[in-house]
């Protein structure tokens, strides 16, 4: 039994009206050569006996698929989702267990679906447990109208998917919102109210503002008094090695400049330094 079963199978991607109405000209299989092509493929790793099963099922997997279109995902993603879950059905059939093939598949291609189904909805988890993966892909179907439910509805949904009412009525709101784009397409103006620019920054709030402006501004005098606290000299060599636009002096410059060693220039830049940072920290 081969443990990677890729087939040559169409595609949905593209004109998938095209694509339905290919495979529904594949014609059926009997009974008999389902049974005879799954022994093939389960004693001989027969491939063109899988490819065979695969294709005789196709317009099952899109019948399947069909009944997931309330979740506003395309037709086409469900059914190539669909025929993954089509292909693990086939490579796990056990024709010795007097089951068709249709009846062994419709669970893989439904779970196969069901897990695509829940990693797109919304980019936060609405179903982790068993119970809410039933609430999720039964709600829609126990709902007798598109109104919301009532108080009694709830409670029943609830008692009949063993759920807690809190959940169906938290399922049944995400199930009826949409997902809305933070930002905008920036095609047009409507950029400018996309719901990013809504978002608080916390460093707008007035308190928050004012307290950085405070900050910075006795940043700067703290600096200002910590330079004025030194010689002319030192105060030039902090000046021109740390605090100039664009290039900075080199320890070289300086100590041609001075006329002494780079490393004298160097510590009266260390010296400067440490005296600054007393002051900066008092």
């Known amino acids: 039994m081969p443990q990677n079963l890729s087939l040559a199978i169409p595609s949905a991607v593209g004109s998938l009206d095209q694509y339905v109405s290919s495979v529904n ?3 059926l299989l009997t009974e008999a050569e389902e049974i005879d092509l799954a022994t093939r493929l389960r004693n001989d790793g027969d491939l063109e006996a899988a490819r065979r099963l695969v294709m005789s099922h196709l317009r099952l997997v899109v019948a399947i698929a069909r009944g997931y279109l309330g979740y506003g995902l395309p ?3 469900l059914i ?3 025929n993954i879950g089509l292909m ?8 010795t267990r007097g089951v068709r093939l249709v009846s062994f598949a419709i669970h893989w291609i439904k779970a196969e679906i069901h897990e695509y189904i829940i990693r797109n909805w919304r980019l936060v988890k609405i179903a982790t447990t068993k119970a809410q993966r039933k609430l999720f892909f039964n709600l829609r179907g126990l709902k007798s109208s598109s ?43 409507d950029e400018h109210f996309a719901p990013i620019a809504y978002l608080p920054d916390p460093h707008a709030e007035p308190s928050e503002a004012l ?3 405070q900050e910075a ?8 008094n910590a330079l004025a606290s030194l010689d002319d000299r030192s105060r030039a060599i902090v000046q021109r090695r740390w605090l100039t636009e664009g290039d900075s002096a080199t320890l070289h410059d300086l100590a041609a400049e001075y006329g002494v060693s780079a490393e004298r220039i160097r510590q009266i830049e260390a010296k400067a330094m440490q005296k600054m940072r007393g002051l900066l920290a008092a």
């Open 25 to 27: 000209r594949i014609p």
């Open 211 to 213: 307290a950085l402006a």
């Open 217 to 224: 501004r006795l940043q700067e005098e703290g600096l200002h």
């Open 75 to 77: 037709h086409a993603d």
């Open 88 to 95: 693990k059905a086939v490579k796990r059939f056990d024709p």
């Open 147 to 189: 109104n919301t439910l009532s108080h009694d509805e709830v409670r029943a949904v609830a008692a009949q998917l063993g759920v807690k009412p809190e959940e169906v009525t938290e399922m049944e709101t995400r199930l009826g919102g949409r997902d809305i784009a933070l930002e905008g397409s920036g095609d047009n103006d």
């Open 80 to 82: 190539q989702e669909g």
